[in-house]
């Protein structure tokens, strides 16, 4: 997790993104959304899961707090590092960052995708695609952020098979990116199936989730809005957990989260500051999926 000091909405995103709040206050956020990650750190990390946090006190890059964006880590001890579209979000890669994982964890290869940006070839990380570590399915929206050229390259070096559609809101607004749209656990899945217009497509992939043995939750598009599809499923000292939004955990019906509870514990964190920069509790974790060299 990355814990911002002067944090504020990116005026390079939001044209794009529509879960961007525009036109807000600035005054205390930046003191909110530093209290906001402390919060959901402690909330975490007294359920068990290891939070490995870094600082931000720079001011050019107001995005740092989605580091999910910028890097991922996988079995067998890989990192990929990926082209952001946004030139100050260029700036949140940290290689502190990744000299802390070859030193805490069993890093074999580091993989740099950042070289395609010049080409305008981008991939924003875990947040363009939803992995199905289980599967082997990068689950990917359409959209200047998932460039196809980008995620075969990805997919190929790293063993998934592609599954790219289309999605947009009511309004017809592309979804930006895919881990707004749904989330992937051991034993469900969520998603917003109604935002992908096309029927075939549509079914295609909710008869794959289906397929591999998850309870599929469906979402409503104002819930999608509410940040529901923006959770993440963690590893705690009492089993799994899921980590959502209090405001996304407010939008679920009853049972919707009975369906979720009935696979996994809830852990809400409330992040309202920092889910007005357009992203919400997935977007503030970046995994680990790499052994530990203390093991």
Known sequence: MIRPHNFTVNNQTAGDNSFQTTGIDQGDIAEKAYAEITNAANTLRHHGVVVHMFEDEGTTTPDSVFPNNWFSTHAGGYVAIYPMRASNRRQ?????????????????????????????????????????????????????????????????????????????????????????????????????????????????????????????????????ERFAGNALELEGHNGRILAMSTTALASLDPSQREAIEKCVRIVALDIPSIEMAGGSVRCTLAGIHLFSRKN
């Not at 998934?160 to 009511?170: K, S, Y």
């Not at 217009?197 to 549509?202: A, E, G, L």
Request: glycine content about 8%; overall charge negative.
């Open 92 to 224: 949140e890669r940290r290689f502190d960052i990744i000299e802390m994982l070859k030193s805490e964890y069993r890093v074999q290869q580091v993989v740099d995708y950042s070289g395609l940006e010049p080409d305008g070839l981008f991939l924003e990380g875990t947040g363009a695609m939803v992995l199905d570590h289980i599967d082997r399915v990068a689950y990917a929206v359409r959209s200047d952020r998932t460039n196809p050229v980008a995620l075969e390259r990805f997919a190929t070096q790293f063993g998934f098979e592609p599954m790219v559609f289309d999605a947009c809101n009511a309004k017809g607004v592309a979804v930006y990116h895919t881990n707004v749209l749904m989330c992937i656990g051991t034993d469900f899945a969520l998603i917003g199936s109604g935002m992908i217009r096309d029927t075939s497509r549509r079914k295609e992939i909710l008869v794959r989730l289906q397929g591999s043995g998850r309870t599929v939750i469906e979402l409503r598009d104002d819930q999608i």
